[in-house]
């Protein structure tokens, strides 16, 4: 006899992310796992969510409780349906010696959130895993998404309701400042986001902290009739009067498409180091 290793390549290393889908929308994205070994491999795809010790698992405090803020949960909001946010077809098979295989990954969240996750195993033989990928998406009611900053919540969804409000007072105060931006559909703001600035003195001249915003507009069929989304920044007197420069404090962004601003901060001159 002789014995032969299976070996597989996978077009997706480590993530496959889905991207931001207006909620109760759907999406697909496809990988393709290539057979590189001279036999046939017999296959099956599982998801983490669709575990038998899922419900085991989660018994276990969230790690942002245990250690750190460090988001490491790979199954992550689900659908209050009941059905899986992430599905794959086809989940078992054969890949021919020499030949490749087509999977089709299917996003389709139910409700507002940034923390979709789950991660699928490909497993050969019903006993060897070659291949892991992170699922990942986001879904928005609206067709806007902004980026960046310091996370302000947790990746694990309470049933509890939470009122913005809170968030608006806690920023109110010192040198932190509230920054609101809105989009034109609907003329609300988006939640609270907080960035981080960290300023270094140095003898020459003042080079400014900067950090980096991330504002997107969702391609989507709910709002086709819509072309592009317009942002605006406010509140510009006073970030300017503490500091702040903002490089784009309005413009419009076409659907699928997602522009960087800079965010930079000079301490003023009557500014105290501590």
């Not at 806007?144 to 968030?167: H, K, N, Q, R, Y």
Request: aromatic share 8%; net charge negative; glycine share 6%.
């Amino acid at each position: 006899g002789c014995g032969v290793m299976p070996s597989t390549v996978c077009s997706v290393e480590e993530v496959l992310d889905m991207g931001y889908v207006i909620a109760r929308e759907k999406v697909t994205s496809t990988f393709k796992i290539q057979n590189t070994s001279t036999l046939t491999l017999q296959y099956s795809v599982q998801l983490d969510s669709l575990s038998s010790t899922r419900d085991k698992d989660q018994q276990r405090l969230p790690s942002f409780i245990t250690s750190s803020l460090q988001r490491t949960e790979f199954v992550g909001t689900q659908n209050y349906n009941g059905l899986s946010v992430f599905s794959i077809f086809p989940t078992e098979g054969e890949i021919v010696a020499g030949k490749s295989q087509d999977f089709i990954v299917t996003f389709s969240p139910d409700h507002e959130s940034l923390y979709y996750s789950d991660r699928l195993k490909f497993v050969l033989f019903g006993k060897k895993i070659a291949h892991v990928i992170h699922l990942k998406g986001a879904a928005r009611d609206h067709p806007m998404f902004v980026e960046g900053g310091v996370p302000l919540d947790v990746p694990i969804e309470s049933l509890a309701v939470t009122l913005p409000t809170s968030s608006q007072k806690a920023l109110e105060g010192g040198n932190v400042l509230p920054l609101t931006l809105y989009y034109k559909t609907l003329q609300e703001p988006v939640k609270s986001i907080l960035l981080m600035l960290d300023y270094i003195e140095g003898e020459s001249s003042p080079r400014p902290a900067v950090t980096e915003l991330k504002v997107g507009a969702i391609q989507t069929a709910q709002f086709a009739s819509k072309k592009n989304v317009e942002f605006r920044f406010d509140s510009l007197p006073l970030l300017q009067q503490k500091g702040f420069t903002i490089e784009s404090v309005k413009g419009t962004i076409e659907p699928g498409q997602v522009k960087c601003i800079s965010v930079s901060w000079v301490p003023p001159a009557d500014f105290r180091v501590s």
